[in-house]
Every structure is written in C-alpha cells, then in structure tokens.
C-alpha cells in the first residue's frame, strides 16, 4: 500500500448455484388453490427450483462457493474467513459455515452465519467488510444460501408460492485504493431493522419456544407497503455513504420478493427498470441468496462488468432491510 491508501474489499468471484428441480406455478396449481396467471401478474414468478430430499443448505452453499473460488482463481485453501447468510441452517448448531468450511476442505479460520432473513447478505457483506478492510481476512467466502421450501405451509397459497432454494456466493479480497468512489470494493452501506414489525413476517417456531422448525408466515400486503418506502430509504443512505450519487449506479442487484416491489422502488428513486436486474420469474424469492444469485447471473451473462458501479439492497423478516454499493 502506498500512503494515505486504504485497503478495500473487493468482489474477485461471484458464483450462483441452483437446485436442478424445477417446480412450475402449473405444478404448483396441483397442490394449492393458485393459478399461474394470479402468481405471474402479482408477483412475476414463473418457476422455482427447490432442493431435492437430503440436498442441504450447506450443499448448495458448497456449489455456489465453488464456483465463486474457481472465478476468483483461488481454491478452498485459500479461505479464511466464510459467512453464510441464511434463515434455513442445516442444523441450529454448528452454523451452516462450519458444515461448508469442512465440505469445501477450507483451513482452520473463521466461519459463522449471519441470520437477518432476505436481508442476510447485504448485512453478511458489511461483517466481511470488517474483516478484509481490517487487513483480517485475505480471502473471504460470502454465502447467501437457503432451502426455503422447507419452511412453506402447503396450505397457505399467500405464501407458499412465492419462495424457492438456491445459493450465490462471492470471495471477497483485500485491494489498496485510493478511498475515494473510483476504488473498486464496497463502499458504503445503510442497513435497518425494526423489531416492532416481527408479526409482518416471521416462523413460528424455533429451539427456544416451540421445539420446532416452525413455519413461514406473512401479512404480504404489509410487508409490501414497507418494502418500497424502506428499500428506496436504504439505498439513498446507501449511496450517501459511499459518496455516490443513485443516478450514477450502472446495475441495481435487488433481493428478488416480488416484481412490483422492483418496479416500485425504481420508480420512487426515478431509476430505468433497464438498470435492475431482475431473476424473480426464474428463481422466486430465494431469500439471502436472491442477490448473490441475481448478480451471479449478471455477471455471467455478461452485463455487470469490472470497474462498474452496483448497489445491491434488500428487505425481510425482523424487519430487516438494508443496501449496499459495491464497485465491481
Ligand atoms: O422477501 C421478504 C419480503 N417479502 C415481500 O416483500 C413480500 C411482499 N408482499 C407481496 O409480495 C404481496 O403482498 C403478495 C404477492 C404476497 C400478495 O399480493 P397482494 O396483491 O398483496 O395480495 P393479497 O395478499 O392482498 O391478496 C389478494 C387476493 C386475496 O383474495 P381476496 O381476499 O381478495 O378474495 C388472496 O386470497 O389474492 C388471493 N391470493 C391468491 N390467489 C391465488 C393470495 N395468494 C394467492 C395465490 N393464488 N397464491
């Protein structure tokens, strides 16, 4: 590092898996009082992927992590750091990064998971960030994987089309810059939470209270009036705190609920819907891998390009929301 530089996480790799079983809304019209054309125009899914019987959360975690090392050109030996955003572990303990940290083979280093529901990986970037802007990490895994179709009720048709399974990831490396909004790397973030909202949208059961797993529940017209007026909030103080300006954003990389939230949130900032990507027909609400998994598709379709100005944001369950801006 020369003087008066800082060190900067940088996105090095990024890699996106998905469960090979395709459930389709017509699949789906066979198991709960729906129909394709409601889900598709209130939502804008089409398809979902779940995980097969004794696929886990940390299995797909380990294919997307794959992936993200193998862009990155480094290999498990290399990691030291792994964080997994996810609201579906495979077991309450270890954490889901401890179970990947051994099926990857990566060394002894650190790993734990981050729980702030779809808003997991944007609050799971910010913790890596102060382990490789620390100069703590040299090479961190940030994983945002789940297995939501294991917390659906089948006979709740408010909720139980809407999500589906997968996993991205990114490895994250330290890099000088100059600390100013050329640098590539994260540059600022604005996460939230408001525990008065949990009855909107949270599962009720667990290892404390019930003994259970429990189930997903929502008031999906609740969560949805917050999420707009929330998300735009976020990524403006996002933006504010790198020193950005939103218009000068290339690629917005959303947590994927619902299509209307998308256009609702670019409408409010005055964005081009052109600018968000958007995977929500083919991959559902995927929870905290839905950005990882977004911006893996971007990438490897070849929009989201080196040097490029992206602001990746988020809401779910606690209430959580958040966003963060990233120079790719
Ligand atoms: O990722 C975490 C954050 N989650 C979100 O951001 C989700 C936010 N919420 C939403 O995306 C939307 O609120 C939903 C997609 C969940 C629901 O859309 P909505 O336009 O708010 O519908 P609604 O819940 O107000 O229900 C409208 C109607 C109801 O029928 P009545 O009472 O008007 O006769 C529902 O029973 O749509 C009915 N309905 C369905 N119909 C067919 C609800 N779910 C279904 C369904 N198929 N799957």
Redesign the pocket.
């Known amino acids: 590092m020369t003087s008066g530089s800082i060190l900067r996480s940088v996105v090095t790799g990024v890699g996106g898996y998905l469960p090979e079983k395709v459930v389709t809304n017509a699949d789906l019209e066979k198991i709960?009082?729906?129909?394709d054309a409601?889900?598709v125009e209130?939502?804008g899914i089409r398809r979902r992927h779940w995980a097969e019987e004794g696929q886990f959360t940390s299995d797909l975690a380990v294919e997307a992590a794959g992936k993200a090392l193998a862009a990155a050109g480094r290999s498990a030996a290399d990691v030291d750091l792994i964080i997994v955003a996810t609201t579906t572990p495979d077991l309450t303990f270890p954490a889901t990064a401890a179970i990947v940290q051994r099926k990857l083979g990566c060394p002894i280093g650190v790993a734990f998971d981050v729980q702030a529901?779809?808003s997991g990986f944007v609050y799971a970037l910010s913790v890596a960030d102060g382990f490789v802007a620390r100069g703590m990490s040299k090479c961190a895994l940030v994983i945002g994987a789940e297995t939501m179709s294991r917390l659906m009720d089948w006979t709740d048709?408010?909720?139980c089309?809407?999500f589906g399974d997968g996993a991205g990831a990114v490895v994250l490396e330290p890099a000088a810059g100059q600390g100013t909004t050329a640098d590539r790397g994260l540059l600022g973030f604005a996460l939230r939470a408001d525990g008065t909202k949990q009855d909107l949208?949270y599962v009720d059961g667990g290892p404390s209270s019930t003994g259970t797993v429990g189930k997903l529940r929502?008031q999906?017209?609740h969560?949805?009036k917050h999420?707009v007026i929330n998300i735009a909030e976020a990524v403006e103080g996002a933006a504010a705190a790198a020193g950005v300006a939103v218009a000068d954003v290339d690629w917005f990389i959303p947590?994927q609920?619902?299509q209307?939230?998308l256009a609702g949130v670019a409408h409010r900032l005055g964005v081009s819907e052109d600018k968000v990507v958007s995977t929500i027909a083919e991959h559902a609400?995927t929870?905290a891998a839905s950005i990882p998994l977004a911006l893996a598709k971007a990438v490897e379709d070849g929009r989201v390009r080196p040097g490029q100005l992206l602001l990746m944001e988020a809401?779910?369950?606690g209430l959580t929301w958040g966003a963060c801006v990233l120079r790719f």
Do not use: Y
Request: charged share 10%.
């Open positions: 709960v009082d729906t129909n409601w889900i209130r939502t529901v779809c048709r408010g909720t089309v809407l949208l929502m999906g017209n969560v949805f999420a947590h609920a619902n209307r939230i609400n929870s809401m779910g369950g």
